[in-house]
Nanobody, 121 residues
Framework: QVQLVESGGGLVQPGGSLRLSCAASGSIFRVDGMGWYRQAPGKQRELVATITRGGVTNYAGSVKGRFTISRDGAKNTVYLQMNNLRSEDTAVFYC???????????????WGQGTQVTVSS
């Protein structure tokens, strides 16, 4: 079994910053891609940012230049530094990881429990 534990969400004023963390643990042979997704009230879940095992990043256009994704491979942890937050960033943020188990030959997607980010006006 694999668990993703998120932290760092909260309430922030527009223009403020937050840093999210997500640590993967459990039956892990290798963690491939990791990323962050978010779901605003009444809206579909959307990709925010991803990072490959080699450190290649990809961002949604709405967050590019404001958010930075990074990872610590030794700790199986991914981070999301969010700067200049806007009210439209308000959402539940979910961590995602592609994990290869010790008995598998392909990765599977795992999800964190979600952490609330609220940007007040």
């Amino acid at each position: 079994q694999v668990q993703l534990v998120e932290s760092g969400g909260g309430l922030v004023q527009p223009g403020g910053s937050l840093r999210l963390s997500c640590a993967a643990s459990g039956s892990i042979f290798r963690v491939d891609g990791m990323g962050w997704y978010r779901q605003a009230p009444g809206k579909q879940r959307e990709l925010v940012a991803t990072i490959t095992r080699g450190g290649v990043t990809n961002y949604a256009g709405s967050v590019k230049g404001r958010f930075t994704i990074s990872r610590d491979g030794a700790k199986n942890t991914v981070y999301l530094q969010m700067n200049n937050l806007r009210s439209e960033d308000t959402a539940v943020f979910y961590c995602n990881a592609q994990v290869v188990s010790p008995t598998s030959w392909a990765s599977r997607d795992y999800w964190g429990q979600g952490t609330q980010v609220t940007v007040s006006s």
